[in-house]
């Protein structure tokens, strides 16, 4: 429990399909802050200031800047012209300890230098935990002689929250047998918790920004994916957490929102105690937020685990004929649909490491290793002062999926230093495959930089992208009978219009759709002119030299992720055709075949209608029902060009490795070095 390296998933996992009769009533365990001391959270709500006096200017542009210890961590918009201005900005800030002073001070934004108008001070150490409290406090200023320079009106709140803190390296003393047998048993877990995040309710839709969700239990961590800020986002994610027997910490939860690089802010947070859960009953949790944010909906299913055990090689848990014989018939195919969610078991032996190099100043080391399945983790024992360790430890991990990919990873005891690594796809166990593409390298011409264009091109992508997400938003909303009266018409015209379709119909629906947008130019005729000139004339000379950097960074990392997702789907379906990993070639000729079979003897019309009225009964017949897309899923079981090669690659270190070749990058070393280019089996 003490390592790094605990189980920690992240991903989505099995569908839970249920109807809303089979969810317990059971109310949502009272949240308890007891045991989330390790750090707090700042909130605050900056109204106004009553009338200043001291700036030079008759009509000031205020705005006030939050400091902890001399830093800067919250910066409020200015207010152009105005003696009493108004704000109402939330925010937040992580504490790591309760006893600190914020300092708030007031500046006149200037074009040259900013007008100091006066300051004050929190002192967090005498705040009430968990109370709000409505503070009034004078500005000061010793060099000024004004008496009466205003008074700053704002709300503030000190909160529990559960900070990730790094623990400090075991130290590298050799621990008992007593020990070790402990520390391996506790990574064991007993039972599994199917957590699906459905949706919020009533969420404040103020503003624009992203809404997300943070789920931790122990070590283990998952971040929802992010939504713009609306009243019920939908998110239908799922995904397990394992719950081990010693780790009696409850389940956290904590919704947080982003306005662009101010920070994130809390919603609220609530825990779960996941020891009162009952066993393979599935938990409807709606839990409210902080006042005013709305509520939070999440189901909790605590199902048993078994099959997972760490056993000494001579001792394995399948090495009896009789129990395997028992394992192999409830996993054939006549009881297949008895356990439709597990695939089967994976045992993976770890006898020893030769030749490790050594990271001791005695020439010695102190490793481990550890497995991973998907989100499992397990390790051996540690091995000290060695550096050709016997571990002879056997581990049983069950599989969720035949797609995963075993890696071992050997670690060193102080520090975890990296010392090798295998990876072995679940697919290829029986026999491996090699197949390194060359990459075909373009040389273009250098072509002028220019920061504003750059950022004027992606918000232009940006701001069509959204409208096309908006567009599939109000058709799901259309699937998801938000309103019944809107989503009954778009049934009744779907299936009058698959049924009498013909092609005329295509041009008919596109002069419609110019008709619509002729009637709505009036509303949009504004919006050109402020992509062109407003982004550049008002907004770039009020921007310093930190916030161009900022936006450049944000523009570069926008692309750098839309240019790699394009580039891993446009790999995977290459990799699918080329035959890369035969098993997922195989099964899209089957589904092929399948569907050129089906498409021969049933109509196309009838196919679709088929499939409308799946997509929206799907809501009525499952109010929790999760989307799903069969074509993207399956393409992610496909590995990139990138994914390949490092799981290729990893795979060769366990076989026979040049020594004049290094392992991470396939680079010739220099002879000094050759002594620490040792591989390991």
């Not at 002689?145 to 130290?171: N, W």
């Not at 090699?434 to 250098?446: G, S, Y």
């Amino acid at each position: 429990a003490d390592r790094p390296d605990s189980p920690s998933p992240q991903g989505l996992c099995h569908v839970i399909q249920a109807s809303p009769q089979a969810f317990s009533s059971t109310p949502l365990f009272p949240c308890t802050n007891e045991s989330m001391g390790l750090a707090f959270i700042f909130w605050a709500n900056l109204r106004a200031i009553a009338e200043t006096k001291t700036s030079d200017t008759p009509a000031p542009d205020p705005y006030v800047k939050f400091k902890l210890e001399g830093k800067q961590f919250y910066k409020s918009k200015v207010v152009p012209k105005n003696l009493n201005p108004k704000w109402n900005e939330s925010f937040s800030h992580p504490l790591r300890e309760r006893d600190q002073i914020v300092e708030l001070r007031v500046y006149d934004k200037n074009l040259t230098s900013d007008d100091f108008m006066g300051s004050c001070t929190i002192s967090l150490g005498h705040l009430e935990l968990q109370k709000l409290h409505e503070l009034e406090l004078p500005l000061d200023d010793p060099k000024s002689k004004e008496q009466d320079m205003g008074v700053i009106v704002l709300s503030v709140r000190l909160l529990f929250r559960d900070a990730t803190v790094k623990r400090p390296p075991s130290p590298a003393t050799p621990r008992s047998a007593d020990t070790q047998k402990n520390q391996l048993k506790n990574q064991t877990w007993s039972s599994v918790l199917h957590i699906t995040l459905v949706e919020g309710q009533d969420l404040p839709q103020h503003g624009q920004g992203d809404v997300y969700v943070r789920f931790r239990l122990g070590d283990q961590k998952y971040k929802s994916k992010n939504l713009c800020i609306q009243a019920n986002p939908q998110w239908r994610e799922q995904f397990d957490f394992n719950q081990f027997e010693d780790n009696q910490e409850p389940l956290q939860v904590e919704v947080f929102s982003k306005r662009g690089r101010k920070g994130e802010e809390s919603w609220g947070a609530f825990e779960v105690d996941v020891s009162r859960l009952p066993v393979n009953e599935r938990q409807l949790c709606t839990n409210v937020l902080d006042p005013g944010k709305g509520k939070l909906v999440v189901l909790v299913t605590q199902t048993p685990c078994w099959g997972v055990s760490i056993t000494d090689t001579e001792n394995a848990t399948l090495g009896n004929q009789d129990e395997r014989d028992s394992v192999t018939d409830s996993f054939s195919l006549k009881n297949s649909h008895k356990c439709l969610r597990e695939v089967g078991f994976l045992q993976v032996s770890v006898l020893k490491a030769n030749d490790l190099p050594a990271t001791d100043i005695n020439g010695k080391s102190n490793p481990y290793c550890v497995v991973e399945l998907g989100n499992c983790k397990l390790h051996t024992h540690t091995v000290f002062k060695t550096v050709n360790p016997e571990w002879n430890k056997t581990f049983t991990f069950p599989i969720k999926d035949i797609h995963d990919v075993v890696e071992l990873t050997v670690l060193d005891e102080n520090g975890d230093n990296f010392l090798g690594k295998v990876a072995i796809p679940l697919l290829t166990v029986t026999g491996l495959r090699t197949f390194k593409p060359k990459e075909a390298k373009l040389v273009e011409e250098n072509l002028k930089f220019n920061k504003k264009i750059l950022a004027r091109n992606i918000y232009r992508v940006r701001k069509i992208s959204t409208a096309i997400l908006y567009t599939l938003q109000y058709i799901r909303s259309c699937f998801q009978w938000e309103s019944t009266r809107r989503s009954l018409i778009t049934f009744l015209i779907f299936l009058v219009t698959v049924w009498h379709w013909e092609l005329f119909m295509l041009p008919l629906f596109l002069l419609l759709l110019l008709f619509w947008n002729y009637f709505q130019i009036p509303a949009k005729s504004n919006s050109t002119q402020d992509l062109v000139s407003g982004e550049d004339s008002s907004e770039a000379g009020k921007k310093g030299l930190m916030d161009k950097i900022h936006m450049v960074q944000e523009v570069v990392l926008t692309v750098q992720n839309v240019l790699e997702e394009i580039a891993d789907i446009g790999e995977r379906i290459k990799n699918v055709f080329n035959w890369s990993v035969p098993f997922m070639s195989y099964l899209a000729c089957l589904v092929l075949f399948a569907a050129a079979t089906l498409l021969y003897f049933i109509p196309l019309r009838y196919i679709v209608l088929v499939w409308g009225i799946n997509k929206f009964t799907k809501k009525l017949r499952n109010p929790y029902s999760v989307d799903n897309n069969e074509i993207l899923n399956f393409l992610q079981r496909v590995p990139s060009d990138i994914q390949k090669v490092r799981v290729q690659f990893c795979i060769q270190i366990g076989m026979e490795f040049p020594e004049d070749v290094c392992i991470i990058c396939c680079s010739r070393i220099p002879k000094c070095c050759r002594n620490i280019s040792s591989g390991f089996v």
